[in-house]
Every structure is written in structure tokens, then in C-alpha cells.
DNA sequence: ATTCCAACTGAGTACTCACTCGGCATTTTC
DNA sequence: GAAAATGCCGAGTGAGTACTCAGTTGGAAT
């Protein structure tokens, strides 16, 4: 591993840990035992390394979830709806620390001013959004979901493992006991209901 | 209003648009138009003024919950969890920089060293959860809403509201487009299902 | 062997920060 | 009306900050 990547991997720890403005550049430098001026000579400002850390963190999203895409199998929409919860909390897992970066306020309120900021954070919504969305459409064309807003119930989708994610993190609740019932709330959310004696016009 | 009470609500005006850190007492006190020591008259520290201002956010919402609480109308289960999202959201639009506040990762962070900060949360959370999971409770036992288990399905409700007011905050995407699709989304989770030919033991 | 250069160092710099403190003004108490 | 108390002020303090820069190192190129 470069000094560079070593940098990066432990400013994405303790960024997301204690924040960006908590974690001094002092304590990044001992943390990865370099020098200061190493770090500045690698990112030209604090600013600099975190969207360094973000575009990063995009890059690693949208080639996991390209790679899921690719290997997904073919199944009813429905089930690659729970498919893709399963697979975005398995992602979140593996890359705690960058999920966790991703929640913190400063890069929302950074992506206000910073252009750069906001595109990454918007492909990376995106993209998570889209997996739950393509699942939905594709459920609506082989009927196993039923006539729903496909953006909006991926969004809702999107809110819950989100939600979970953050549960995770704070300790508020279990959030591997919420798991299963996530997956057969969206289902039932989701699903086509039979019901007859519906006809109109 | 009080200087102090001028201060408590400039702070959360600032803490939650611009965060504790990147909020100076120098920029408070002008803001609220008093002098730097007047601040530390009132609050012994920046972290002390925090967390009396988020003493200020639980009474309040305590409060707010429960006259909802005492002046809901009596109806089915199911129809007081859609109460129970709009008077939610409605809450938040009313009271967003405390909301706002409230999702500041800052905050969970000073709750796993201070006991204080922890206890508000920790209300806080609870209280919002429980007039979900009061509403379950209530539709299993009217028969509106089916056999789910109420602590859990109450946990995934406040994903989804508290995931609007994100997207609210965030200007990633139009919450308000959202709410009716929660709603009914909401409605087909948690819904008694008409089936027939279900008899077992 | 010499030159060159990218990688790295860490003491130094200018600045911001939360917080203090001695004093001032007004109100309350006796 | 003296004394005490309360509310308030703002320059000052020391710790901590991001960032700079002159200088060192080690390896590759000539």
C-alpha cells in the first residue's frame, strides 16, 4: 500500500469516526505515521483529501454495484427487490467506514458551495437508488409487483436501509434483528395483491 | 424572549445549518447580538449550551406528542399511523432546525461519553417510535392491520419519515412528491390481507 | 561519480478558537 | 441610599489549527 493510500485509509476512519473537523491533521499524520508535510504533499488541503476520500468512496459504490448488476440472477422483480436490500446492507457492512462518512451533514453542506462535491454524492445516490428502482420496474413488468411509482417506492426502499444503516452506527437498535422484517415488509409493500371482483370501466 | 432564550435558539439555528464545530462563539454572539462573555454567563461551555439546547428539543417534542396524543380522534390502527406520519412530518417542518439537529452525527458521538446527551436521545428516539408502534398495536388488535411484529414495524415507519425529512434537508429529492406514496406504501405494510383458504391448526 | 528528482520531513507561521476575568450598569434588598 | 446581586461586556490568553518551506533522503539516469 502507497503512503497516499495509507493516508486516505486512515483519514477515511477517523473522518468518519470523529468527524472531519475532530480529526486534526496532527493526529491523521501519527495515525498513519507519516509527517505532516507528507500529507500536504499528496492532497493540496484538508478539503482536497476528503473529496479524495468521497471520489473514492464513488468509485468503490459504482463498481460493486455494476459488479452485482452483472451477476445478478435472473429472478422475478420482487425477489431482486430483496436481493438488493440484502446486497446494499452486505455493502454497507463491508465498507462501514465510507457508509458512515457518506451520513455526515458536512458533505451535504459542503456540496452546497462545492460542485465537484455535490456530483459525486448525487452518483452515488443515484446509483443506490437505481438498483432498487430497476428491481421495481422490472417487477411491474412480469407482475410481481404491483402498479407502484417505481423512483418513489425506491426511494422508500432507500430510506430503510438507510435507516438500518444508521441504527447500526448509533446503537439504537439491533439492526440485524430488523433485517427480516425489512425484507417482508417491502414484500408486502411491494407485491401484486390478488384481489378479484376490481373491474372498472 | 430572554437573552439566554435569544441565544438557545440562534445556536440551533446555527448548530444545525452550519454544525457545532464550524459554529463560533464569536458568530453566535454576534448573530444573537450579545457579547461573547454573555454567552458563558449563561452556558458554562459550548458543549453545556448544547446540550441545554437539546434538553429545549426533548421537552418539546415530549410536549408536542403529547397533546397528539390526548387530542387524537378514536379510529382504526391503521388510520392512526397515517395520522401519525403527516403529524410527524408536520412536526418536522415546524420545528426542522431542531430536527435538523437532531441527525447531526455529532450528537451521537458526545452520547457514547456523556450520559446526559444520551438519555435525551434515547427519549427522544422513544418517543417518536412509540406512536408508531402505539398505532400497530392498536390496528392488530381492531383487526386493520395484520400480524407484524409492532416494536419492528414501528422502527421501519420512522426509517421512512425520518429518511423524507433527510431528503428534505438534503434537497436530494422533493420530499413532499413523497409523502402521499409513504402513505400508501405504509398503508399496504402494515394492512390486514383478505385471504381465504389460510386454515391451520 | 554526479546529477537529478520525487518523496518526505518537522519546525515554524499566522491564525482561530473556546474560554476567562476584571470591570461596568442596572436592579434588588435591607 | 448603601450594599449586594445580577446581568452583561469585550479585550486578553493560551492552546490548538491548517498549512508552508527550506532542507534531507534515496534511488534512478546519465
Redesign the interface.
Known amino acids: 500500500m502507497t503512503r497516499r493510500e495509507a493516508i486516505l485509509d486512515a483519514a477515511t476512519r477517523l473522518f468518519s469516526?470523529?468527524?472531519f473537523?475532530?480529526t486534526s491533521i496532527a493526529e491523521l499524520a501519527t495515525t498513519t505515521g507519516v509527517a505532516e508535510g507528507t500529507i500536504f504533499y499528496h492532497f493540496k488541503s484538508k478539503e482536497d483529501l476528503l473529496l479524495q476520500i468521497l471520489e473514492g468512496i464513488k468509485v468503490d459504490i459504482l463498481r460493486e454495484f455494476d459488479r452485482y448488476i452483472e451477476a445478478r440472477p435472473a429472478k422475478r422483480g420482487l425477489d431482486q427487490v430483496q436481493d438488493a436490500l440484502l446486497f446494499y446492507l452486505y455493502l454497507a457492512g463491508q465498507m462501514d467506514s465510507q457508509f458512515l462518512l457518506l451520513?455526515?451533514?458536512?458533505l451535504?453542506?459542503l456540496a452546497d458551495t462545492n460542485g465537484e462535491c455535490r456530483t459525486h454524492l448525487?452518483a452515488i445516490?443515484n446509483c443506490l437508488v437505481d438498483i432498487f428502482e430497476q428491481a421495481v420496474l422490472l417487477g411491474r413488468s412480469d407482475g410481481s409487483i404491483?402498479d407502484?411509482?417505481a423512483r418513489?417506492?425506491a426511494?422508500?426502499l432507500?430510506?430503510?436501509v438507510?435507516?438500518?444503516v444508521?441504527?447500526k452506527?448509533?446503537g439504537?437498535?439491533d439492526a440485524s434483528?430488523?433485517v427480516a422484517?425489512?425484507i417482508?415488509?417491502?414484500v408486502?409493500?411491494?407485491q401484486q395483491?390478488?384481489?378479484e371482483g376490481r373491474s372498472r370501466s
Open positions: 469516526e470523529k468527524g473537523k475532530d451520513q455526515s451533514h458536512y451535504y453542506r448525487e445516490f404491483a407502484v411509482p418513489k417506492a426511494l422508500l432507500f430510506t430503510m438507510d435507516g438500518l444508521r441504527f452506527n448509533y439504537l437498535y434483528a430488523l422484517e425489512l417482508a415488509s417491502s408486502r409493500m411491494l395483491q390478488e384481489k
